[in-house]
């Protein structure tokens, strides 16, 4: 069974450029998570989804940020514009059908912003 | 607001050593405390705590939480160089659609 997948694992860009980080759930999982860690700091919730549905977007930034989960294929946390101040390593977690089951993590995305 | 505060933030042991790492909180509708390791990759989930006074054990690794003093604790016996990295305690709550309230994470390095 494999674990959660996430790619790319490393992302450079620009900035004002976009950034696209997938994130595959472990198979039976229909929640997915998304965190950010900035460096030197501790896991920040982002955004929390379900197919096709975002459930609770509260730590996602205002502008620029956006998440889906759609139908088919794999999760979307998408950046645009970027700036310095997003460089950071991405993180996505699934858990199974019941939301307060144990999350468990992907192997991130290391954003550097240039 | 939600608040979760490891210490130490630090630690420097020999191989052999025992560790306990510590973990309080201050959250509203209280569910769950997770532990997770954290090397250089995706953190790895170690324990999930609900109830107060029952110790989870794996291997050499031990953890218990404390409803009454919002708090848990992460024991690691016999210490190897494997064990170094940076341990994450997080929260759950029964509301907030069971989004993980993170510490800063304690970071430990064993030397052999």
């Known amino acids: 069974n494999a674990g959660v997948m996430q790619n790319p694992r490393h992302l450079v860009r620009r900035r004002g450029q976009e950034a696209r980080l997938r994130c595959s759930p472990m198979?039976?999982?229909?929640?997915v998570y998304w965190y950010r860690q900035l460096p030197e700091e501790g896991l920040k919730f982002m955004v929390y989804l379900q197919k096709e549905n975002i459930i609770d977007e509260s730590g996602m930034p205002k502008e620029r940020f956006s998440a889906e989960f759609p139908k088919e294929g794999p999760s979307i946390l998408r950046i645009q514009q970027v700036v310095r101040g997003d460089s950071a390593a991405y993180f996505c977690a699934s858990s199974p059908a019941l939301s307060t089951d144990t999350q468990y993590f992907g192997p991130g995305t290391r954003l550097t912003v240039l | 607001e939600d608040k979760v505060v490891q210490s130490p933030l630090s630690l420097v042991v020999h191989e052999g050593d025992t560790v306990t790492l510590n973990c309080s909180y201050e959250v509203t509708n209280f569910r769950s405390l997770l532990w997770y390791k954290q090397e250089k990759k995706a953190p790895t989930f170690l324990f999930m705590l609900?109830?107060?006074?029952i110790e989870k054990k794996s291997g050499r690794l031990s953890s218990i939480l404390d409803k009454k003093e919002l708090s848990s604790i992460l024991n690691i016996t016999a210490t190897q160089t494997g064990d170094s990295a940076i341990y994450l305690c997080a929260v759950q709550k029964e509301t907030s659609g069971s989004r993980l309230t993170f510490g800063e994470g304690t970071q430990l390095t064993v030397n052999p």
């Open positions: 198979k039976g999982h229909s929640h």
């Open positions: 609900t109830s107060s006074g």
